[in-house]
């Protein structure tokens, strides 16, 4: 079945440093492509997304490209701030949501 | 816009007790999820409904618990009885389409402990 898969956490990364979360999946068809991010104590909020091969979603200065190839939808953002820390999920869908186990960021200043 | 709303926010109760979570979707959307988070299961979909009427349920975990759209805003998860394996963070989400591309917009999730 459809599954998706990131990289374990959690990553520590200090302000102003650069950020990659890798998210790979498996899908039948062609899946849309999601991150959410879930700070804590509060629910899911996307991210961003992207619908297509090819596509970059981007959001808040987070970007992610949509790569059919290489099954892959790595999150990427050039300078973090202690903001950001919170834990990311990549998932896809259509029907329901498919997540992955989710990765924690910690931002140190 | 309110988002999607649930209640109660925590909710601690003692194992065998009836437990009812509730969410309103956000105005206008017809498609409605329950999920379910744990440290050892990550999220997991419980049940969605398309337009009222639920599509799938295969990972609702067992007969204890049921979910129910009597309307369009307004949806419930109960377990009875609960154990304390239920203990977890239980999410709505609501999002005008069942499939596609479409976003999920998630609520704030109900804490549960049972003890």
């Known amino acids: 079945g459809d599954s998706v898969t990131q990289m374990e956490g959690p990553v520590t990364l200090s302000e102003e440093a650069f950020l990659t979360i890798n998210c790979t999946y498996t899908?039948?068809?062609?899946?849309?492509l999601f991150w959410y991010v879930q700070y804590p104590g509060e629910g899911l909020q996307l991210l961003l997304k992207?619908?297509?091969?090819?596509d970059k979603g981007s959001n808040k200065g987070f970007e992610a490209t949509y790569r059919k190839e290489t099954t892959s939808f790595h999150l990427e953002k050039g300078s973090v701030q202690v903001s950001d820390s919170a834990v990311y999920f990549c998932?896809?869908?259509?029907?329901?949501?498919?997540f992955g186990q989710g990765t924690t960021l910690q931002v140190k200043p | 816009d309110a988002g999607v709303i649930q209640s109660p926010r925590h909710e601690v109760t003692e194992m065998g007790q009836e437990v009812t979570l509730r969410c309103k979707p956000i105005?206008?959307?017809?498609?409605l999820f329950w999920y379910r988070q744990t440290m050892m299961r990550g999220l997991e979909l419980l049940i969605y409904?398309?337009?009222?009427?639920?599509?799938?349920d295969s990972g609702m975990p067992e007969d204890r618990f049921s979910a129910k759209m009597p309307n369009a805003s307004f949806s419930t998860l109960k377990i009875q009885p609960s154990e304390p394996r239920d203990s977890a963070v239980y999410f709505c989400?609501?999002?005008?389409?069942?499939?596609?591309?479409?976003?999920?917009?998630f609520g704030p999730g109900t804490r549960l402990t049972v003890l």
């Open positions: 989400a609501s999002s005008l389409d069942s499939g596609g591309t479409d976003t999920q917009y």
């Open positions: 899908a039948t068809g062609y899946p849309s």
């Open positions: 992207a619908t297509k091969a090819d």
């Open positions: 998932a896809l869908r259509p029907g329901k949501l498919i």
């Open positions: 105005s206008g959307h017809n498609s």
């Open positions: 409904f398309n337009n009222n009427v639920p599509i799938d």
